[in-house]
């Protein structure tokens, strides 16, 4: 008895580790709308010499929002939805970002720029994962071209972060 429980305890975490490409791609819209949204409500709180970098993170959000939004009304992906995706190492801590934290009404700008950076390592992490393990198609570009830009953005934020740590301001 107990070999048949563990037999199915093995099936069910495989089954577990991986999700149709629709409830990834929800779960992918709901993060970027979080950043999103709370980029944009951050705008008017962070000191001046951060505002243009979170008022650019709250467009780029924006932007990969829409991505997923036309992807999920993609004609072309209709046969793919419904398939199962390996589930990323990574999914856990990029599910935690969809949580936002309180920076409270003045916050300072490293607690700012070590969330952000943060946030973007798990997408970043994330989107390329999901890009190996995805079929070859418009949801598989879509997951590369983030992991990119997720990439990028890091590295950005990384800058300005050092700029601000290291050399007294940004």
Same mark, same amino acid.
């Given at each position: 008895m107990s070999d048949d429980r563990e037999g199915r305890s093995g099936a069910y975490e495989r089954i577990r580790s991986?999700?149709?490409?629709?409830?990834?791609?929800?779960?992918?819209?709901?993060?970027?709308k979080a950043a999103r949204d709370f980029y944009a409500d951050l705008v008017p709180k962070v000191s001046k010499n951060l505002r243009y970098l979170?008022?650019?993170?709250?467009?780029?959000?924006?932007?990969?929002?829409?991505?997923?939004?036309?992807?999920a009304n993609n004609p072309d992906i209709?046969?793919?939805?419904?398939?199962?995706?390996?589930?990323?190492?990574?999914?856990?801590?990029?599910? @935690?970002?969809?949580?936002?934290? @309180?920076?409270?009404?003045?916050? @300072?700008d490293q607690s700012?720029?070590?969330?952000? $950076?943060?946030?973007?390592?798990?997408? $970043?992490?994330?989107?390329?994962?999901?890009?190996?393990?995805?079929?070859?198609?418009?949801?598989r570009d879509l997951f590369e071209y983030l992991a990119n830009e997720e990439t990028e953005h890091k590295r950005e934020l990384e800058k300005t972060y050092y700029q601000l740590v290291h050399s007294g301001g940004v």
């Amino acid at each position: 008895m107990s070999d048949d429980r563990e037999g199915r305890s093995g099936a069910y975490e495989r089954i577990r580790s991986k999700k149709t490409l629709q409830e990834i791609l929800e779960v992918a819209t709901s993060f970027e709308k979080a950043a999103r949204d709370f980029y944009a409500d951050l705008v008017p709180k962070v000191s001046k010499n951060l505002r243009y970098l979170v008022e650019e993170l709250a467009q780029e959000e924006q932007q990969h929002f829409d991505l997923f939004s036309k992807l999920a009304n993609n004609p072309d992906i209709e046969t793919q939805i419904h398939d199962l995706v390996q589930t990323p190492v990574e999914d856990r801590r990029f599910s @935690d970002y969809i949580q936002l934290p @309180d920076l409270g009404d003045n916050p @300072d700008d490293q607690s700012v720029l070590q969330y952000a $950076m943060g946030r973007e390592d798990a997408a $970043m992490k994330q989107y390329r994962e999901l890009a190996a393990s995805t079929a070859p198609g418009p949801a598989r570009d879509l997951f590369e071209y983030l992991a990119n830009e997720e990439t990028e953005h890091k590295r950005e934020l990384e800058k300005t972060y050092y700029q601000l740590v290291h050399s007294g301001g940004v």
